[in-house]
Each structure stands twice: as C-alpha cells, then as structure tokens.
C-alpha cells in the first residue's frame, strides 16, 4: 500500500509539472521550453505505465496490455500570446494667420484577429450616423481618453485639457477601429484604434496679442514624460514654411528631422522623441516655444475643401448649397457626395442642380432614398466630376415642416442642427505616394493606405448647418395656465367664502363714561347699566 501510494504522489507530481509546462507565460515559449514540455509529457506517460504495469495483478494483465497498445493522448503546447502596441504623437502646425494647429494622434495595435472563423463584417448591416450637436450638460472627452492605455496621467495625453480645447476655435475628436494587414501580402490581419484629436487655437481668442505659442499657453501645461506603455511617443513641429527660420523661431531646436507626405505633400517636421531622456534637459519638462517673425506668407490652399450653407427666407422654404473646390491646376477628378438630411426638411428633389464654371455639371451617378417622416432621412449620393481649377455648387430646394409641440428641443428658438455632407475623392498628388503599408511612419500619414502612387484618398466635413422651424408660441400656454388660475382663484375663492362664512350681530361697545360709570357702580355693589 505504501508504494502504491508513493507512486500515485509521484504521479501527481508528474501531471502537475506537465500542466506547468504546458501553460507557459504571455510571451512566446523558447524551443528549450517546448522540448522540455514534450520530453516531461512522454516521461510522465512512460513511468505512470511501467507503476500501473507492477502493480497490476495477472487477471489484469490483458486489460493494461490493451491499454497500453491504445493511442497516447498528445499533451498540447502552449501557444504565444497576442501583443499589443501603443503609439502617441503630437503634430503642431503654424498658420501664416498667427493661428496653431495642433492634432493628436493615438494608436493602438492588437496582434489578432477577431473574426477567425466567421466572417465581423456584412455590407447589408452597415449603418451611417451622424451628430451634428452633442445634447446639453455632455461631453465626450473624458470617456474618450478612457480608451488609452495611460489614460490622462502620464504621455501626451496630459496635454488634453477641457476647458483649453474647448475654448478654442476648433475643435473635433474621433474614433476608428479597423483590421490592417500585418504585412505586404495580407495573409494575417491585426485590429487598430485610432484615435484623433485636431484643434486650432485663435490667436485673438487666448487674450494675448503676441504672435507666440507655448505648450503651457495652448494647454496650461507641459509634457514631462511619454506613456510608459507606448513603443512611439513623439512630437513633430512642422517647418516646411521655415527652412532657414526667416519665418518663425522653434525653441528648443532639434537636431532630429523628418519628411513625410501629407495630402500629397512632402514636408519636413523637426522631430521631438519623448523616449529620449536628453529631449526634457536638465529641467525634465518639454515646452515648445514657437515666436513669429514676419507675417508675410502665403496662405497654403489644400486641392480640395469644400463648404455648405442654408439660403433663402422666412420659414416656409429654403435652400441648402454645398459648394467644392478644385484648385488643382490642370487636373479634374471624381468626387463622391454624400448627404443625409434629417426627415422635417422636406426635399424637392427635382430642384437639384449641379453647376460648374456656370454650366450644368450631369452627375456620373445618383443614388437618392426619400425619407419617411419620424421614421428615417433623406439620403442623397452621387459622383460627380470636378474639372480643373473650377467652383462646383450643388442646390437642392426643401420646405421646412412642423413638429409636434412634444418634438421640439428645450431651445426651439436657437435651430435644428443638421448634421454635415461627406465628400470622398482620389485627389491627384504632386509626389509620388508609397504603396507599401506595412512600412514604419508617422501615424498622421498613415491613416488612409495608398493603392497608386499618383493619388491619395481625402475623406471631408463639411460644416454642420443650422436651420431655423416653424417655432410655436410656448408662452402663450403659460399665459394661459396664469389667467385661467387667476379666475379661478377669485372666483371660487369668492364663493367658498359666501358658503363657510358664519355672520353674527355685534353690540357697540359702550363709551368711555359708560364704562367709568359701571366700574363704579361695580364697586358700590350697584348693578351695571
């Protein structure tokens, strides 16, 4: 019995190890690992059979027999655990108008693939949104950087002040989450987060009449440290306007450069790396001082952008104008127009009309759904051509309807928001784009993946429109409500009395004299008058 029981322990023991093995750590398993793994797996194997073997008796001998020619069940090998990879980066922008531009970026990289085995993605399912206004007392900025690995502790992500990006100009935020290809052929796919911050602080607006910026004056702070859990922290300061520093002075100057193509674009960024300890100095706080020198420049005008905007009067009809521009000189290119409008503007569709250089531009391609009122929106699509160096005007007329009085929002008077037009286009690019994806670069130019190298993909808001509705008097129930309990008030209040009240007859009380006279009387013992 002892024996059996030490070989049951040393059984145990055996199994237990070969479970140890087989779940290894998050990171990939060594080849001495997994061959220790297999040679313990078969040793355990062999010497539970050689224990189970001698301590058998004969009428069991044809049963272990038969065990033991049964096939040996494979201990299975602990297989790597996907990664994850976080970067960060700041790109700060000087506009000839004494304005900055400042846009985040954060992406983060999961190493697997979600759909293994069934197919996250089905076209019939896909939904457009938009929201054009967020609802009074919201925000979305603090659940946004929520999303971050490092949170608003440490990073850029310190920077991300409210009440600063809010005061600012500009403003606007976004999330992306989609599969990329781990390399050129595409054969494995990983799942990116991207999240984007852009914002453009006023020179006026910040109350100070000097053309200079400083992270503390854009951000109330400054950076002190990258995210610890992020393999890319940077900052790129974009001087291809200031080659010589005729232009602006950058303090402290970096001896690190980079050129990227943006928006078909080649540009030069000094290049700030928060993983470096030397970037912070002595006082380990990084605060980028950008001071103007000239104010003279060219404005840099992008091939395309594009504005909308409500025409007409009164609150019967109006009409809605988007307007392209195509500043490329001698080429012309295709655009993708996008517009939803909510279901309480109520299209005339055989009032669109598309204009070029004043002649009449025909469409490529019209995709229209009507709206249902309460129910859906309209929905306009169509391609259409933009020639060279050209103004593109799109119409359409609507009428404005009227709400149920329980469908207006608690500030009637101020508008209905409707929400912006998205325009998609292949622009022509004065440099030759790269193709290859799978390539190391800053994320701000990484974004859309180039399939030709004469073209890159733009991807436009417009601004959100604001548009004024048939507003009923909300006062005048009040006013209502305040003369019908007035009336109601006096009246009843008149008749409650006249039935409650009780009346009795009351004598005149007696003179000075009188009374006098019956206290004296009083005391005499003589009865009163």
């Not at 085995?117 to 896909?126: A, E, I, M, N, S």
Request: with cysteine; proline share 8%; charged share 20%.
């Amino acid at each position: 019995m002892a024996a059996a029981r030490c070989c049951l322990v040393l059984l145990l023991l055996c199994r237990c190890s070969v479970s140890v093995l087989g779940t290894g750590p998050p990171a990939a398993p060594g080849p001495d690992r997994q061959a220790a793994a297999v040679d313990s797996g078969h040793l355990t194997a062999e010497t539970a059979e050689e224990k189970r073997r001698e301590e058998a008796s004969p009428d069991d001998a044809g049963t272990d027999q038969q065990d033991a020619s049964g096939p040996e069940t494979p201990v299975p090998l602990s297989s790597p655990e996907p990664k994850d990879d976080f970067q960060e980066e700041l790109v700060i922008r000087p506009l000839h108008s004494g304005d900055i531009y400042a846009s985040f970026q954060f992406r983060t990289l999961w190493e697997t693939d979600f759909t293994r085995g069934d197919k996250v993605t089905d076209h019939r399912f896909l939904r457009y949104a938009t929201l054009p206004r967020e609802i009074v007392c919201t925000e979305n900025l603090t659940p946004w950087k929520k999303l971050l690995p490092c949170g608003s502790k440490a990073g850029l992500a310190v920077l991300l002040k409210s009440e600063k990006l809010f005061h600012s100009s500009f403003h606007s935020q976004a999330v992306h989450i989609r599969p990329v290809c781990q390399d050129w052929q595409c054969k494995t796919t990983s799942w990116e987060l991207r999240q984007a911050l852009n914002v453009v602080f006023d020179l006026h607006t910040s109350g100070q009449g000097k053309r200079e910026w400083t992270l503390f004056k854009m951000f109330s702070r400054t950076v002190t440290e990258a995210c610890p859990l992020a393999s890319s922290s940077k900052i790129y300061v974009d001087i291809t306007d200031n080659p010589q520093g005729e232009q602006f002075e950058l303090s402290p100057a970096s001896h690190l450069l980079s050129q990227a193509v943006v928006l078909g674009d080649r540009r030069t960024f000094s290049v700030y790396d928060l993983t470096q300890q030397v970037t912070f100095g002595t006082v380990r706080s990084l605060n980028l001082l950008i001071r103007w020198k000239s104010s003279e420049g060219d404005m840099l005008r992008p091939l395309l952008h594009a504005e909308r905007y409500v025409a007409g009067y009164g609150l019967q009809t109006g009409e809605i104008h988007t307007v392209m521009y195509n500043n490329h000189p001698y080429r012309s290119f295709p655009v993708l127009l996008l517009d939803s409008v909510p279901w309480y503007l109520r299209l005339y569709i055989h009032t669109l009309t598309v204009t070029s250089k004043g002649k009449d531009n025909k469409p490529s391609y019209i995709h229209y759904q009507p709206s249902k009122d309460r129910v859906r929106p309209h929905l306009l699509e169509m391609l259409v051509q933009l020639p060279p160096n050209s103004v593109t005007e799109v119409k359409v007329q609507f009428e404005r309807a009227l709400l149920k009085w329980t469908e207006y929002t608690p500030d009637p008077n101020h508008g209905f928001y409707v929400g912006s037009s998205v325009i998609s286009s292949l622009v022509p690019s004065i440099v030759a784009m790269d193709t290859n994806s799978t390539l190391d670069r800053p994320l701000f130019s990484s974004f859309f993946p180039c399939k030709e190298e004469s073209s890159y993909f733009v991807r436009i808001y417009t601004e959100p429109l604001l548009v004024n509705l048939p507003t009923p008097d909300f006062s005048m129930p009040y006013n209502v409500i305040c003369l019908t309990c007035t009336v109601v008030a006096v009246g009843y209040g008149s008749l409650y009395n006249l039935l409650t009240r009780s009346f009795q007859i009351e004598e005149p009380s007696p003179g000075l004299a009188k009374r006098i006279a019956n206290i004296i009387r009083k005391m005499r013992g003589v009865p009163p008058l």
